[in-house]
């Protein structure tokens, strides 16, 4: 059973995912904040606002830059940096293989934002969702069940834990 104090403890990161996050922030708020000014300046002068596609574009990339520098300021501000256990237990940071009504899975545990630190073609689960939760603390071998969203009973056998 997940410990209800994990909930609001923000988003599960590598140190290295944490790092490369860290340096997007930074690089969107020195770098690419300053350019995508200049290129806005740029196509204001050239004249009609209304009509101007150049305009209209870089407004639309400076809001989509601006959007993820929150995103990046929030994911960063609740981040949980960590390493996954060791012992053979599943916990955030691990790479789980299960049985999953019947179908073989493999898939890690933690934020969205650890993709790039796992093998490829593994999925990144939170360890907030019904699966992450029932999967908690417990090792190989063990078999688990969850309620999921849809309201079915599902079952999960713990075929091999590793970490990332």
């Known amino acids: 059973m997940a410990d209800e104090s994990t909930e609001n403890q923000g988003t599960w990161l590598t140190q290295e995912a944490f790092d490369r996050l860290t340096e997007e922030l930074q690089r969107r708020k020195d770098t690419e904040r300053k350019e995508i000014a200049q290129r806005v300046e740029a196509a204001r002068q050239e004249g009609d606002l209304r009509e101007n596609a150049g305009y209209h574009a870089a407004r639309e990339e400076a809001a989509l830059n601006e959007a993820r520098i929150v995103q990046l300021i ?19 940071g691990t790479v789980v293989t299960a049985r999953i009504a019947g179908r073989e ?18 999925k990144v689960f939170s360890p907030d969702a019904p699966l992450g939760k029932a999967l908690m603390g417990h090792r ?22 590793t970490p990332l």
């Open 74 to 92: 929030d994911i960063l501000d609740h981040a949980q940096i960590g390493q996954a256990a060791e012992d053979g237990t599943v916990s955030a």
């Open 140 to 161: 190989a071998g063990q078999t688990v069940s969850y309620l999921a969203p849809n309201g079915k009973e599902i079952s999960a056998e713990i075929l091999k834990v």
């Open 105 to 122: 899975q493999t898939f890690a545990l933690g934020g969205q934002e650890i993709n790039e630190d796992v093998p490829e073609g593994v």
